[in-house]
């Protein structure tokens, strides 16, 4: 039973580190497109800025917002999960 766990652990920790990362990305991507220079370079070299500037302008960034938004709650579910099962 715990090989079940720590398998869909191991996956639902990948996804949502993908979905982050890539979401981020594109976060950083629409910042550069709609002239926020400053946003986004520093989305590029600090990864989690990404999730301020999704909620500060979620009319442009919608949809690279819902990939960062999803895929960090899936890294906390992962955490949470590593933490209560003893393995942090």
């Given at each position: 039973?715990?090989?079940?766990?720590?398998?869909?652990?191991?996956?639902?920790?990948?996804?949502?580190?993908?979905?982050?990362?890539?979401?981020?990305?594109?976060?950083?991507?629409?910042?550069?497109?709609?002239?926020?220079?400053?946003?986004?370079?520093?989305?590029?070299?600090?990864?989690?800025?990404?999730?301020?500037?999704?909620?500060?302008?979620?009319?442009?960034?919608?949809?690279?917002?819902?990939?960062?938004?999803?895929?960090?709650?899936?890294?906390?579910?992962?955490?949470i999960t590593?933490?209560?099962?003893?393995?942090?």
């Amino acid at each position: 039973m715990v090989h079940y766990i720590v398998i869909a652990t191991l996956l639902t920790g990948s996804i949502g580190l993908m979905l982050f990362v890539i979401g981020s990305i594109f976060t950083a991507v629409v910042a550069l497109g709609n002239k926020q220079n400053i946003f986004g370079w520093a989305i590029i070299l600090f990864l989690p800025l990404s999730l301020v500037y999704c909620a500060m302008h979620w009319d442009k960034a919608s949809y690279s917002g819902k990939m960062v938004y999803w895929g960090a709650g899936l890294l906390v579910v992962t955490a949470i999960t590593l933490k209560v099962g003893g393995v942090i």
